[in-house]
T-cell receptor, first 116, second 105 residues
Framework: DVKVTQSSRYLVKRTGEKVFLECVQD?????MFWYRQDPGLGLRLIYFSYDVKMKEKGDIPEGYSVSREKKERFSLILESASTNQTSMYLC???????????????FGPGTRLTVL | TQLLEQSPQFLSIQEGENLTVYCNSS?????LQWYRQEPGEGPVLLVT?????EVKKLKRLTFQFGDARKDSSLHITAAQPGDTGLYLCAGNMRFGAGTRLTVKP
């Protein structure tokens, strides 16, 4: 059974803390993504990666960074957590087609982060 | 950024009714995906539509891709409580805000 796993389902942090969210996929997918999901706003793309050590900014990268040292692992880093980063964070992966059509994404269960 | 607008935002119906939800954009997409998300879980893919005018059926769910590949619809026939969830359309890594469907027994 293919899987995307995220390190925590729930996380509570304090303002100013450095926060690491980890994501691992076992499908040998080239692409990995980080989204945040907020009520009424849907999923918003933070960063994505199409290869090891490669990263691209999404629509809302401010306040976040990412790391992809291994193909199966994609980490999201909040350098100094703030209350407006309280959200559900979803990681996804997908395979890379030759035409660069982004195929179906497989999602992890999400991490609900609360920043106090 | 390619925006995807979904309507309605909320829909509450009785078991057995039919419904249609919409996904619209001013941009052309090479493909659109529909996902369903249940509380506390990540979205799960239902279907991908690729060709303009394409119709795909998944049991009681019918998906259509607009001729111009800018919009899509999802029609559910004889809705059941198990259809309850958040329905999301997506294209080129971007997602709409979703339609939250509640089917009452």
């Amino acid at each position: 059974d293919v899987k995307v796993t995220q390190s925590s389902r729930y996380l509570v942090k304090r303002t100013g803390e450095k926060v690491f969210l980890e994501c691992v996929q076992d499908m040998d997918h080239e692409n990995m993504f980080w989204y945040r999901q907020d009520p009424g706003l849907g999923l918003r793309l933070i960063y994505f990666s199409y290869d090891v050590k490669m990263k691209e900014k999404g629509d809302i990268p401010e306040g976040y960074s990412v790391s992809r040292e291994k193909k199966e692992r994609f980490s999201l880093i909040l350098e100094s957590a703030s209350t407006n980063q309280t959200s559900m964070y979803l990681c996804a992966s997908s395979s890379l087609s030759g035409t660069r059509v982004y195929n179906e994404q497989f999602f992890g269960p999400g991490t609900r982060l609360t920043v106090l | 950024t390619q925006l995807l607008e979904q309507s309605p935002q909320f829909l509450s119906i009785q078991e057995g009714e039919n419904l249609t939800v919409y996904c619209n954009s001013s941009s052309v997409f090479s493909s659109l995906q529909w996902y369903r998300q249940e509380p506390g879980e990540g979205p799960v893919l239902l279907v991908t539509v690729v060709t303009g005018g394409e119709v795909k059926k998944l049991k009681r769910l019918t998906f259509q891709f607009g001729d111009a590949r800018k919009d899509s619809s999802l029609h559910i026939t004889a809705a059941q409580p198990g259809d309850t969830g958040l329905y999301l359309c997506a294209g080129n890594m971007r997602f709409g805000a979703g339609t939250r469907l509640t089917v009452k027994p």
